[in-house]
């Protein structure tokens, strides 16, 4: 009998010891996945977790890890309207900033709301261009309610593959001049992506592609101004000639035979 | 290279290059009539090619207005314009095949749609696989164009347009 006793009291403290230690292991599992930012819900009123979460992967390139990645390549798919686009990454003349994203995932709303903001701004003249997985795996109606007017957005499988993206958000970052990817990984915040921009900015790795996107943007504004000036002397001629707006001769028929200049007349 | 392909036309882009082939999203016809006179020509959208070696804004016109404004020194742009299929049979579009062979020559600031200091510009009107199309080019700077127009030739040898089927 007290043999018995003895063995079921070591076989519950065996028990007890086993749930012990899964218990430990389901813990760990939890915190390791809350460290990886897993589960957190930017619009979630009330998250889970209250302290800074760091941004899990976004990282730039080193000299090692250019090595092992794949070169970059240039975006070739489908736009929402079904339209044919290729776009030039490999060798463009500006640093090119790939986003990842689909319809469906949460954070990946905030970038679409962020990218259809009037006014943004990207580090080092990067050109911003939204790629989702192609018409067989996404709804081309729901990213063509989501896609920002004038952002450039392809749907494209095989970009994901070539990129070898593992989820969405996902961005890479990439110099045109070189061809070689800056940076690349997620983020649940936008300002950490243009953080990543504006160190590889600030390295000088960019430098050509950001002269060259500053020389594009003056010369698209001097030649707005230029548009301007030639209306304001447009106008200035014809009301000096006593064509104001609403004048009669603006909205003459040239095939009538009073019109001024009809070959009858 | 990347290939772009739509409608039945093909292109094969040298690396870094933007190409889009759109047909307007409106999709509604378009009825052209003299002033004041009856309807002499409805035109439905049809396809358009814009490629260029500079970022493509998604805003901009057919012919690049939009885009053009960007152009640098070193920028080339090639627009592929598609009329009615009924227009092939007008005098307009009488020269057959997509001039592939352009020369200096074959340059005017005047052919410009939208002129801009500095640029320079070539139309020409012609007619393959039963479809009538415009060729627009623009260069980013006159000057460079014994540089520039290489480079326009070298895309113009992959253009592959087939007839159109139906749908």
């Given at each position: 009998?007290?043999?018995?006793?003895?063995?079921?009291?070591?076989?519950?403290?065996?028990?007890?010891?086993?749930?012990?230690?899964?218990?430990?292991?389901?813990?760990?599992?939890?915190?390791?996945?809350?460290?990886?930012?897993?589960?957190?819900?930017?619009?979630?009123?009330?998250?889970?977790?209250?302290?800074?979460?760091?941004?899990?992967?976004?990282?730039?390139?080193?000299?090692?890890?250019?090595?092992?990645?794949?070169?970059?390549?240039?975006?070739?798919?489908?736009?929402?309207?079904?339209?044919?686009?290729?776009?030039?990454?490999?060798?463009?003349?500006?640093?090119?900033?790939?986003?990842?994203?689909?319809?469906?995932?949460?954070?990946?709303?905030?970038?679409?709301?962020?990218?259809?903001?009037?006014?943004?701004?990207?580090?080092?003249?990067?050109?911003?261009?939204?790629?989702?997985?192609?018409?067989?795996?996404?709804?081309?109606?729901?990213?063509?309610?989501?896609?920002?007017?004038?952002?450039?957005?392809?749907?494209?499988?095989?970009?994901?593959?070539?990129?070898?993206?593992?989820?969405?958000?996902?961005?890479?970052?990439?110099?045109?001049?070189?061809?070689?990817?800056?940076?690349?990984?997620?983020?649940?915040?936008?300002d950490q992506v243009v953080r990543l921009m504006t160190e590889a900015g600030d390295d000088g790795a960019l430098e050509a592609g950001r002269a060259g996107a500053d020389r594009r943007a003056r010369r698209a504004e001097r030649r707005r101004l230029d548009d301007r000036a030639r209306?304001?002397?447009?106008?200035?001629?014809?009301?000096?000639?006593?064509?104001?707006?609403?004048?009669?001769?603006?909205?003459?028929?040239?095939?009538?035979?009073?019109?001024?200049?009809?070959?009858?007349? | 290279?990347?290939?772009?392909?739509?409608?039945?036309?093909?292109?094969?882009?040298?690396?870094?290059?933007?190409?889009?082939?759109?047909?307007?999203?409106?999709?509604?016809?378009?009825?052209?009539?003299?002033?004041?006179?009856?309807?002499?020509?409805?035109?439905?959208?049809?396809?358009?090619?814009?490629?260029?070696?500079?970022?493509?804004?998604?805003?901009?016109?057919?012919?690049?207005?939009?885009?053009?404004?960007?152009?640098?020194?070193?920028?080339?742009?090639?627009?592929?314009?598609?009329?009615?299929?009924?227009?092939?049979?007008?005098?307009?579009?009488?020269?057959?095949?997509?001039?592939?062979?352009?020369?200096?020559?074959?340059?005017d600031p005047a052919m410009l749609r939208r002129g801009i200091a500095g640029h320079t510009g070539h139309q020409s009107f012609f007619r393959q696989s039963g479809r009538a199309f415009c060729l627009y080019v623009v260069l980013g700077s006159t000057t460079r164009r014994a540089r520039?127009?290489?480079?326009?030739?070298?895309?113009?040898?992959?253009?592959?347009?087939?007839?159109?089927?139906?749908?």
């Amino acid at each position: 009998m007290l043999v018995l006793v003895v063995i079921e009291a070591v076989v519950l403290a065996l028990l007890a010891l086993l749930v012990a230690g899964l218990l430990r292991s389901h813990a760990e599992i939890l915190r390791t996945l809350h460290d990886l930012g897993v589960g957190r819900d930017p619009l979630a009123e009330t998250g889970g977790a209250t302290s800074p979460v760091r941004a899990p992967t976004l990282a730039r390139a080193t000299a090692a890890t250019r090595a092992d990645q794949p070169p970059a390549v240039d975006v070739v798919g489908t736009s929402p309207g079904g339209d044919a686009v290729v776009i030039g990454v490999s060798a463009a003349p500006q640093p090119t900033l790939l986003a990842f994203l689909s319809s469906g995932c949460i954070t990946c709303r905030h970038y679409w709301d962020t990218f259809g903001a009037p006014g943004l701004d990207l580090p080092g003249g990067a050109r911003l261009v939204i790629v989702t997985m192609g018409p067989e795996a996404e709804s081309e109606a729901a990213i063509a309610s989501l896609a920002p007017a004038a952002v450039t957005v392809v749907m494209s499988s095989e970009a994901w593959d070539a990129y070898e993206v593992p989820g969405s958000p996902y961005f890479v970052f990439v110099d045109g001049e070189s061809g070689g990817i800056v940076g690349q990984g997620t983020a649940p915040e936008w300002d950490q992506v243009v953080r990543l921009m504006t160190e590889a900015g600030d390295d000088g790795a960019l430098e050509a592609g950001r002269a060259g996107a500053d020389r594009r943007a003056r010369r698209a504004e001097r030649r707005r101004l230029d548009d301007r000036a030639r209306e304001a002397r447009a106008d200035e001629i014809l009301m000096s000639a006593g064509i104001h707006p609403g004048h009669p001769s603006l909205y003459a028929d040239p095939d009538h035979p009073d019109h001024p200049e009809h070959p009858e007349r | 290279m990347p290939d772009l392909h739509g409608h039945q036309v093909r292109v094969t882009l040298p690396a870094g290059w933007d190409g889009r082939i759109t047909v307007r999203r409106d999709g509604s016809a378009e009825a052209l009539r003299t002033a004041g006179g009856p309807v002499v020509f409805t035109a439905r959208p049809q396809p358009v090619v814009h490629i260029a070696n500079f970022a493509l804004p998604e805003e901009r016109a057919d012919f690049g207005n939009g885009a053009v404004e960007l152009m640098g020194d070193r920028d080339v742009l090639v627009v592929l314009f598609e009329y009615e299929p009924e227009a092939v049979e007008t005098p307009m579009f009488a020269a057959r095949g997509l001039p592939r062979s352009l020369t200096a020559a074959d340059f005017d600031p005047a052919m410009l749609r939208r002129g801009i200091a500095g640029h320079t510009g070539h139309q020409s009107f012609f007619r393959q696989s039963g479809r009538a199309f415009c060729l627009y080019v623009v260069l980013g700077s006159t000057t460079r164009r014994a540089r520039l127009i290489p480079l326009v030739n070298a895309v113009l040898e992959t253009v592959q347009i087939t007839p159109r089927t139906p749908g």
